[in-house]
């Protein structure tokens, strides 16, 4: 039975670059992202190293049971606005069930209590139906559209703006916690 206090958010160490880069360039992963192109390794490091040096942008590990299974990425973090982007994804596949959830939980929690965000937004491809009704489920609301703005498979897709405030996440997370927990009363592993 998998519980909420089975996972973590971790700073990425040297122990776990290549696994990202290989999660960057997983089949199930590159075809939701803005660019898809296979990530040449030295790419890899240069994104890496941009992140270590650049105070608007972090990266977590989602931790389950000291393993890691995915990756957040908080960019365009503005102190000033406290709003931020962000992005992830479920890097190991055979993550128990409800683990992009509770990833989701970790990563809104730390965004909103311990760096004081507003607000969070992500930009959501609009084919990526499971991304956009995840992103619902966490009290993301949309914004607005960006039309036909990225060409993926040889056709120019819309990307749907959303954002979710700190009002709004401490409102839903009671709601999503309680759900994980309602879940968890039974043995839901993959």
């Known amino acids: 039975m998998t519980s909420i206090n089975d996972y973590k958010l971790e700073n990425l160490s040297q122990g776990e670059i290549n696994l990202v880069l290989e999660w960057r360039n997983a089949d199930?992963?590159?075809p939701f992202?803005?660019?898809?192109?296979?990530?040449?390794?030295?790419?890899?490091?240069?994104?890496l190293e941009a992140v270590e040096k650049d105070a608007s942008k972090l990266v977590k590990l989602c931790f389950y049971k000291e393993?890691?299974?995915g990756l957040v990425n908080f960019s365009q973090i503005d102190p000033k606005n406290k709003t931020c982007e962000w992005g992830f994804y479920i890097?190991?596949?055979?993550?128990?069930r409800g683990s992009g959830k509770i990833m989701g939980i970790l990563a809104?929690?730390?965004?909103f209590k311990?760096?004081?965000?507003?607000?969070?937004?992500?930009?959501?491809?609009d084919f990526n139906r499971k991304s956009l009704s995840y992103h619902q489920k966490l009290g993301f609301a949309?914004?607005?559209?960006?039309?036909?703005?990225?060409l993926k498979n040889n056709k120019y897709v819309d990307v749907v703006l959303m954002g979710v405030f700190n009002e709004q996440w401490e409102k839903q997370s009671e709601f999503l916690k309680e759900e994980v927990?309602?879940?968890?009363e039974g043995n839901h592993d993959r």
């Open 142 to 150: 949309e914004e607005g559209r960006l039309v036909k703005q990225i």
């Open 33 to 47: 992202m803005n660019h898809d192109d296979l990530i040449p390794l030295e790419d890899h490091y240069r994104w």
């Open 181 to 184: 927990l309602r879940a968890n």
């Open 108 to 111: 809104l929690d730390y965004i």
């Open 114 to 125: 311990e760096r004081k965000m507003r607000k969070c937004c992500a930009q959501i491809l």
């Open 67 to 69: 393993k890691p299974i």
């Open 91 to 96: 890097g190991d596949k055979t993550s128990p």
């Open 28 to 30: 199930h992963i590159r």
